[in-house]
Antibody, heavy 122, light 108 residues
Framework: QVQLVQSGAEVKKPGASVKVSCKAS????????MHWVRQAPGQGLEWMAI????????RYAERFQDRVTLTRDTSTSTVYMEMRSLSSEDTAVYYC???????????????WGQGTLVTVSS | SSELTQDPAVSVALGQTVRITCQGD??????ASWYQQKPGQAPVLVIY???NRPSGIPDRFSGSSSGNTASLTITGAQAEDEADYYC???????????FGGGTKLTVL
């Protein structure tokens, strides 16, 4: 079955960087783009970025453009999300989610990884 | 505007029908997808496209769209449907995809 398994929880100090992984299995890795979404404690979902595993093209939300980098390793079917210059406001659960589209007017995210809690605290 | 607007909270009596709405300009052009999230769990896709349910999602969940409003309807709500529900659709150049703020569904 299709599965996305993310790396474990992280605790970082302000100003540090974090790199979260998302390992895909059960499908051809390069056939589906991958989204990253975060959720701060008690808050809603926020779309961050997307990567095309076939070639590595990326697109970021404007507010993350300067601090987030998505990469992929096709040999291990893994996507990585690195965030730099962390602050307490980046404390959140970070999710990867596989992209689907009808290439016309519908997009959806399925499945989602289990989430990775990143805590930023001094 | 690229925003999607949802009511923060909705309640429904057990076994009754409830509609959760999502408003935004992008919905005039693109379909919404809908996600159910229970406490401490990752979101789960429940509706996508015109009105499609992934395998394993009960047929009491349905979707529809009119103008700038997308709706998720639960016909005969069950206790296990109590959760947060989020819509998602295309945004703008600042954020190509965007989520609604979420609706907390309480089943009474």
């Amino acid at each position: 079955q299709v599965q996305l398994v993310q790396s474990g929880a992280e605790v970082k100090k302000p100003g540090a960087s974090v790199k979260v992984s998302c390992k895909a299995s059960g499908y051809t890795f390069t056939r589906h783009w991958m989204h990253w979404v975060r959720q701060a404690p008690g808050q809603g979902l926020e779309w961050m970025a997307i990567i095309n595993p076939d070639g590595g093209y990326t697109r970021y939300a404007e507010r993350f453009q300067d601090r987030v980098t998505l990469t992929r390793d096709t040999s291990t079917s893994t996507v990585y999300m690195e965030m730099r210059s962390l602050s307490s406001e980046d404390t959140a659960v970070y999710y990867c989610a596989r992209d689907h589209s009808d290439n016309e007017n519908a997009w959806w995210f399925d499945p989602w990884g289990q989430g990775t809690l990143v805590t930023v605290s001094s | 505007s690229s925003e999607l607007t949802q009511d923060p909270a909705v309640s429904v009596a057990l076994g009754q029908t409830v509609r959760i709405t999502c408003q935004g300009d992008s919905l005039r052009r693109y379909y919404a997808s809908w996600y159910q999230q229970k406490p401490g769990q990752a979101p789960v896709l429940v509706i996508y496209g015109k009105n499609n349910r992934p395998s394993g999602i009960p047929d009491r969940f349905s979707g529809s769209s009119s103008g700038n409003t997308a709706s998720l309807t639960i016909t005969g709500a069950q206790a296990e449907d109590e959760a947060d529900y989020y819509c998602n659709s295309r945004g703008n150049s600042d954020a190509p995809w965007v989520f609604g703020g979420g609706t907390k569904l309480t089943v009474l």
